[in-house]
């Protein structure tokens, strides 16, 4: 079994659309939970971080961790073109003080929002 | 707001020649990252570095890698002897602690003819 699961899409959906993105994950010692935005030819962007389960809410972005199920989602409310971009999940056990924040990436969901 | 720099945009290298990825990372952060991400494939961590020495690194960090902070401000990788498997984008990061402010930068594309 994969350590992170993604599904790699693409999806399509409609401006104004509610967008649900999805991980799984096998390894029960992650605590802390990413997700990012990544363009074409560019580097992850840092969306939305949080920390065991729960959920957190950032403007138009919702990010939910059930760590029973070891299951992330991203959600994004009234979604724009500008929101096209890949989706990656990453996740790892470690955070804050000695600990050296590897982190471990699902394959990444191709997001298309269309006028 | 800060960003973390790398260059080349692209490089492309004959197989077996060495190369020498730079980066700058934030100024105030303290630990270092490098990542690569084959075209279709995920991104791999590849090595962490905090401290001035190699924290962990994965298995895909073999002999012909290996990592320097030279100057206090660059973080390089140096690929020893190119193989055409190497070819992908290389992406920086850095952080202020293991996960605040954890920023990557644009990336490299490195291509092996």
């Known amino acids: 079994q994969k350590e992170v699961e993604q599904d790699p899409g693409p999806l399509s959906v409609p401006e104004g659309a509610i967008v649900s993105l999805n991980c799984t994950y096998s390894?029960?010692?992650?605590?802390?939970f990413m997700w990012y935005r990544q363009y074409s030819r560019k580097g992850p962007e840092l969306l939305m971080y949080?920390?065991?389960?729960g959920n957190k809410e950032d403007g138009r972005f919702t990010a939910q961790v059930d760590k029973s199920s070891k299951y992330i989602s991203l959600f994004i409310r009234d979604s724009q073109p500008s929101d096209s971009a890949t989706y990656l999940c990453a996740m790892t056990p470690h955070a804050g003080g000695t600990s050296y924040g590897k982190l471990t990436f699902g394959q990444g969901t191709i997001l298309t929002v269309h006028p | 707001e800060p960003e973390v720099t790398q260059t080349p945009s692209h490089q492309v290298t004959q197989m077996g020649q060495e190369v020498i990825l730079r980066c700058v990372p934030i100024s105030n952060h303290l630990y270092f990252y490098w990542y690569r991400q084959i075209l279709g494939q995920k991104v791999e961590f590849l090595v962490s570095?905090?401290?001035?020495?190699?924290?962990?690194k994965s298995e895909i960090f073999d002999d012909q890698f290996s990592v320097e902070r030279p100057d206090g401000s660059n973080f390089t990788l140096k690929i020893r002897s190119t193989k055409l498997e190497d070819s992908a984008m290389y992406f920086c990061a850095s952080s202020l602690d293991s996960l605040y402010g954890y920023t990557f930068g644009s990336g490299t594309r490195l291509t092996v003819v």
């Open positions: 390894n029960s010692a992650f605590q802390y």
């Open positions: 949080t920390y065991s389960s």
């Open positions: 570095f905090y401290n001035n020495e190699i924290s962990e």
